[in-house]
């Protein structure tokens, strides 16, 4: 928390106003400024923003050169590795789920995976950049071109960046590539507003319709128009919910992120020590890390032989380790899509996260280094 934020958000609570108003107004433009974006909403979560995602494309309309989806027959394409989050935002809006394997080299999805599965049936493919290292969004982009020649339209794209808040592809903050995109400041986010998210949308229409959607489906701006009670609403055109961002969490979002390009340049420079310490150690692979990508350093990700006894090395010497995610695929409630994923199977075997924060001092990170060079 910025040190400064205390006293901006006792104002919001005495001022009567609580739920989104200037506040929220005043986050967003922010964050588009920050992002270089203009299509760009708040919401109450990531999970409210990927539901969204959904919800938007499954009822788009002729405009979009889209064949309509058929939730009894179209698919998702979706990561089995990510917070169940992702998924359930899937699971919301009751469509099927095809699992997409991992890329064993950056613990991504595998694009080659992706365009194994792909077909007629393929609406949809959600992504999530794990640990904040982007996916290959170049290729995906090609994917979808080839799509097109052979169905005659381009199955969309939803990012989840919860993880990756500040990366970039190719010079650009993701948010800037094409698809919708959804980011997470949940508490433990770089960028926190105590909970919340913000939702990117690809063009004006599906912003519009996304901003209808986030409260109600009611047009916040036509409430104070020729009306005698201000109470009562419009004709709601199309249902939505209650996903919107309120002014608490907004005021703390505007002042943590004047300090989030220094978290985040701390973070990368922790990873860059860790990646450069940890080479050559016998037993650990490092994951990709591509010049056209800059990651947000959320998670440091490796893979280690003996994984069991490395976690109880580090732990006992007061190091915290974790998989971080579950693979999803494995939960009562997605039973019914389970496919084999060969390349999860054997990443789960010796994957594993390392703190990586902007918080740890350069003994800590040499702490961890030592304690590692010295065996489990």
Not at 20 to 31: D, I, M, N, T, W
Not at 80 to 99: E, G, M, P, R, Y
Not at 339 to 348: A, G, Q, T, Y
Request: charged share 25%; glycine share 6%.
């Amino acid at each position: 928390m910025s040190d400064d934020v205390m006293d901006p958000v006792t104002s919001v609570l005495k001022s009567g106003f609580l739920t989104e108003g200037p506040q929220v107004e005043k986050f967003e433009r922010a964050l588009k400024d920050y992002i270089g974006v203009e299509n760009l909403l708040t919401i109450n979560s990531a999970t409210s923003g990927l539901t969204l995602a959904l919800r938007l494309l499954i009822e788009e309309d002729e405009k979009a050169e889209w064949p309509g989806f058929d939730k009894e027959n179209d698919i998702v394409l979706t990561p089995a590795l990510t917070c169940f989050a992702t998924n359930a935002s899937i699971l919301a809006n009751n469509c099927n789920i095809k699992w997409i394997d991992t890329d064993n080299t950056s613990a991504n999805v595998s694009v080659k995976d992706i365009s194994t599965k792909l077909n007629r049936h393929t609406k949809v493919v959600y992504i999530v950049h794990w640990g904040g290292y982007p996916v290959d969004l170049n290729a995906l982009k090609n994917l979808q071109d080839l799509h097109y020649q052979k169905y005659g339209y381009r199955f969309m794209i939803v990012e989840d960046c919860a993880h990756a808040f500040g990366a970039t592809y190719d010079g650009k903050m993701l948010g800037n590539h094409g698809n919708i995109c959804v980011y997470s400041f949940q508490a433990i986010k770089h960028l926190t507003a105590g909970d919340g998210g913000a939702i990117i949308l690809p063009n004006e229409r599906l912003y519009q319709r996304c901003k209808l959607l986030r409260w109600f489906g009611i047009d916040r701006n036509q409430r104070n128009y020729n009306r005698k009670d201000l109470r009562m609403e419009h004709d709601i055109m199309e249902w939505g919910y209650k996903f919107h961002m309120n002014d608490i969490n907004a005021t703390i979002g505007l002042y943590n992120l004047p300090h989030i390009a220094e978290l985040i340049r701390k973070n990368r420079q922790n990873n860059t020590f860790l990646r450069k310490e940890l080479s050559e150690v016998e037993d650990i692979t490092l994951l990709e890390q591509s010049e056209n990508r800059e990651t947000a350093a959320w998670l440091f990700t490796m893979r280690v032989k003996r994984k069991s006894e490395f976690i109880e090395k580090l732990k006992s010497n007061g190091i915290a380790t974790s998989q971080v995610h579950n693979r999803n695929d494995l939960n009562t409630c997605v039973f019914q899509y389970q496919c084999e994923l060969p390349n999860i199977d054997e990443l789960e075997q010796d994957m594993i996260c390392i703190p990586v924060g902007w918080w740890l001092s350069k003994d800590d990170l040499e702490y961890i280094v030592t304690t590692i060079k010295s065996g489990w």
